[in-house]
């Protein structure tokens, strides 16, 4: 199979509840993570837009849920970036509030084709990260790790570091780097299967 070509991308809407949403006219694919694992640039890289997703300095930048609308090979399908978790220095209150936003989407959303969970390669999956993908098979979807941040690790460590990850998590695990677009070509393919077999149009 040919490495599906991301014709476009565009920026919908930021929504701070579920139900701000549109209707799921399209099939969703959903990326999660902690604050600082580099999901904005994964975005960006896997887009091939510089600008799409915010990039911030400050973990933490996105804080409400993210829809965009994409184009993949002859699909059309929405990419969902939801709050990062687990940033220790925002308040309380706003901490409180991403959990159950980030639930009630998962819970509540007709359409989710497939669920991107990203770590930090060097740090792996966290107790954090787990609870997550512990939800997500409890509600029956479709989930695999992206490890992000793979160019940070001598060469020589990438493989083994993944192998590792895999056998810890005995989930799907695609390496990523957005520095130097390892991982891109086989992430929109995966992207690509979950457009094909989950579209709700």
Sequence with gaps: MSTPIIKDASFVLSARDVGELPAPTFAEVVFAGKSNVGKSSLLN?????????????????????????????????????????GY????????????????????QRVGIALAIVIVDVRRGIEDEDAMLLEFLDSLNHRALVVATKLD??????????????????????????????????????????????????
């Design 88 to 107: 220790a220095q925002r308040s309380k209150q706003e901490r409180k509030g991403w959990g159950p936003m980030i639930e009630s989407y998962l819970r």
């Design 152 to 201: 940070k690790l001598p060469k020589a460590s990438r493989k083994p570091a993944l192998i590792e990850l895999g056998r810890k998590s005995t989930r799907e695990i695609i390496g990523f780097s957005a520095e130097n677009g390892e991982g891109c070509d086989a992430l929109r393919a995966r992207v690509m299967r979950a457009a094909i077999h989950g579209e709700t149009r």
């Design 45 to 85: 890289a896997l887009c091939a837009r510089k600008g799409l997703a915010r990039v911030s300095g400050t973990p933490g930048a996105t804080r409400g849920i993210n829809l965009f609308r994409i184009e993949i090979g002859e699909a059309v399908l929405h990419f969902t970036d939801l709050p990062g978790y």
